[in-house]
């Protein structure tokens, strides 16, 4: 049977009428691995995000736990540089906030263009389009930032401008502020959304001084928290044009904001809150305020910056145009004669550290190596260069 939980996925015993060889509560037959998790994600957690998981449960309408999620949002607001009232954590990992992006904000035959320069701009294409919008599509060189100008000369007068901040396949930065105050310049009705999962708590994401409309993140990326939340953000521009009931029910940001939002008198159930993931990203974006928004960016970049110059010094040349290079994550193309997969497999079997294969047509010539969040740190760049000199017999 070709089930969704294949045996050869499972852990433990998967069949109810056979006896398991082993206790039950120990389904994960295997040490506690403690991997360093320098791909494109997930990313280990931050302590405290950590910590937090192991507090115990409360109900997800508890009066302390509402406090928390108030909380969770006000942080949230901070992190993103918004006064969006409208800004929550959708439950679900980044791609749910791509879905409810198009599906609350892009009705059937509305015109959106979207600028692609690797897989996440092919991913929106392929959900604008499911959700009826008419797609324009601006196709970029992947490893190169979109372009303003390319993107405003392929339609006149579009709904929505769609693009990624911090593309992950590529390890690229597309500069959305430029995109969006020369798409609201040209016209101030139409809707700007940014994909923000690498780069919100990684490097700077302003949306209101941006007059960024919408943007959603993923908690596993820079936040520093396990893969589960979507935090998600929208101008009241992009409210007074929300779609008024979306062809989703679990996602209609309207029955999710009568949860969410506690000041219009009481709290309406929809669907159970994930609250020991939003407890975790609460205690992962105190920590990120604590340290300052800023010092956390300049962490990134000095992390990026130091893997960038220390790749160089074992030879290797990076993917990603220059002046455009992420510094949370970075592409290195492999080079000539060396098998791609068995060095990753070396690095994840001798030193327990995870890097990324590449994407598309770049998946055995390009590697991708994260360091977000909890892992900026000079310590794990030097681990993963040190490492990675080894197995290529550099060092
Ligand atoms: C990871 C990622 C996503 C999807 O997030 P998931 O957590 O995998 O659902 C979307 N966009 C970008 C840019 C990403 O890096």
Known sequence: MSGWCSASHSFGAVDNFERPRRPLRKVIDMPLLDRTLLGPGPSNPYPEATAA???????????????VLDETCARLRRAWGTENARTLPLSGTGS?????????????????????????????????????????????????????????AAHPEP?????????????????????????????ERALV???????????????????VDIAYSGTQKCLGVAPG???????????????????????????????????????TYHHTAPVAMITSLHA??????????????ERHQAAGARLHEGLAELGLSLFAAEGYRLPELTTV???EGVDSAKTREALLTEYGIEIGAGVGAFASSVWRIGLMGHNARPDRVELVLGALGRVLGRR
Not at 117 to 136: I, K, P, Q, S, T
Not at 161 to 172: L, Q
Not at 193 to 211: F, R
């Open 284 to 297: 992962a974006l105190g920590r990120i305020l604590d340290e300052g928004l800023e010092a956390v960016w």
């Open 96 to 152: 749910i906030g791509m879905e409810a992006a198009f599906a609350n904000f892009a009705r059937p035959g509305d015109v959106v263009v979207v600028g692609v320069n690797g897989l996440f701009g092919e991913r929106m294409v392929e959900v604008a389009g499911r959700y009826g919008a008419e797609v324009v599509r601006v196709d970029h060189d992947w490893g190169t930032p979109v372009d303003t100008e390319r993107v405003l």
């Open 53 to 67: 998981l192991s507090a115990p449960l409360l109900g997800h309408l508890d009066p302390e736990f509402l406090r």
């Open 193 to 211: 959304l940014a994909d923000c999962v690498t780069s919100l708590a990684g490097i700077e994401v302003a949306i209101d001084a941006w007059d």
């Open 333 to 335: 193309r492999v080079p």
């Open 229 to 267: 939340l979507a935090p998600f953000t929208v101008s009241p521009r992009a409210w007074d044009r929300r779609v008024p009931r979306p062809p989703t029910w679990y996602l209609d940001l309207n029955l999710i904001g009568a949860y969410v939002d506690g000041s219009s008198g009481g709290r």
């Open 159 to 187: 709904s929505m401008v769609a693009a990624v901040h911090a593309e992950t396949s590529t390890g690229v930065r597309s500069d959305i502020r430029e995109l969006a105050l020369a798409v609201h310049k040209r016209d």
